[in-house]
């Protein structure tokens, strides 16, 4: 075979593997979690999980459509004898990935807390790292194998637990939720919405929310550092409420998903990552989930949702540490040094 020869019989394959390489990768993820999240409540002790019993009905996004689901799971979960007959039984008939959800507030060592919980890094660091490894040791005795997948409870990542995550064993985060400043909390509203690498190889995963021009945050930004502190955050974190589009399948509708997932992908976005809480597929358990109708509702936005991308981008669902693993997970950038922010 002359080379020439060789490198035409090789261009099939180079191109499969590019148009491959082009698809937009979709993760499914729930943060599997105790009730009560909603109830402006924070329990240290005592949780239910009931909801988690539900996880089934979602088993047609990835048997019918090819999405497995990743399901980041609080102490409290893997804790829950029943809880943990139900994970088994997405990871093991449906191949969903396990990872960790810390809600530090309830999980051990326990102690004195406020409500609602201050914020992860002004914890005593060593009481912060105990609890994450007790989170950690909980997801391993269920799973069998370290995990490698986390996210933080209510977003509240700052550059101070990063290295603890990496130094555990934590591969891929998906903590970062772009265009939010949390009150009290981080601020992630300039961060980006594609993956990019932090330090130590830990590959960061935001949740999929993009602004309605893209020349907005970044003014915003510039504006909110201009004023008084609380006016500045105030004016930030409202704008998810008038100016930020995404594919959560809670806050957003279909058609507001639709327009999320179209102007990210035009923008430039190969990994779409939508995401909800276990606890809003069980009516009464959240604010705008309180009927049996609204729950079914929710499953079939999701189910339209991901067929529509399907039919559309041809896209391809993956997990969270899949993508880690992913050949195309290399062109992902570093997080720019000196960025503004908590993420």
Same mark, same amino acid.
């Given at each position: 075979m002359t080379q020439a020869t060789a490198q035409n019989t090789n261009q099939p394959l180079h191109a499969a593997r590019a148009a491959e390489d082009a698809r937009l990768r979709v993760i499914v993820s729930l943060d599997v979690e105790e009730e009560g999240l #909603?109830?402006?409540?924070?329990? *240290? @002790?005592?949780? *239910? &999980?009931? +909801? =988690?019993?539900?996880?089934?009905?979602?088993a047609p996004l990835t048997r019918e459509l090819g999405f497995p689901l990743s399901l980041l799971c609080t102490h409290a979960v893997f804790m829950n004898p029943d809880a943990r007959v139900t994970l088994a039984r997405m990871r093991d008939s449906l191949g969903a990935e396990i990872g960790a959800h810390l809600h530090h507030w309830n999980t051990p060592p326990l102690g004195p807390e406020t409500s609602p919980p201050i914020p992860a890094d002004q914890l005593d660091a060593d009481l912060l790292r105990a609890r994450l490894r007790s989170l950690l040791r909980a997801g391993q005795d269920f799973q069998g194998e370290a995990l490698q997948v986390f996210r933080m409870g209510r977003w509240d990542l700052k550059a101070a637990i990063r290295p603890l995550l990496a130094a555990e064993g934590i591969r891929v985060d998906s903590s970062v939720c772009p265009l939010r400043a949390f009150k009290n909390g981080? @601020?992630?509203f300039l961060a980006p919405v594609d993956p990019y690498w932090a330090e130590n190889g830990l590959l960061e995963v935001p949740i999929t929310q993009i602004a309605l021009h893209p020349w907005?945050?970044?003014?915003?930004?510039?504006?909110?550092? &201009?004023?008084?502190?609380?006016?500045g955050q105030r004016l930030l974190d409202n #704008?998810? #409420?008038?100016?930020?589009?995404?594919? +959560?399948?809670v806050w957003h509708s279909a058609t507001v998903m639709r327009l999320a997932a179209r102007w990210h992908v035009a923008r430039g976005g190969t990994v779409l990552c939508l995401f909800w809480h276990s606890s809003e597929m069980m009516p009464g358990a959240s604010p705008r989930?309180?009927?049996?109708? @609204?729950? @079914? &509702?929710?499953? =079939?936005?999701v189910y339209d949702f991901l067929r529509w991308l399907k039919e559309s981008y041809g896209a391809l669902g993956v997990t969270l540490a899949s993508l880690a693993h992913d050949p195309s997970a290399h062109g992902f950038p570093a997080r720019p040094a000196g960025g503004y922010g908590d993420w």
């Open positions: #909603f109830s402006g409540r924070y329990a *240290t @002790d005592g949780c *239910t &999980a009931h +909801n =988690v019993s539900l996880l089934p009905r979602l981080p @601020d992630h907005l945050p970044p003014a915003l930004h510039a504006i909110a550092r &201009a004023l008084p502190a609380q006016r #704008f998810h #409420f008038w100016g930020a589009l995404s594919a +959560n399948p989930i309180r009927t049996q109708e @609204d729950a @079914d &509702a929710l499953l =079939v936005r």
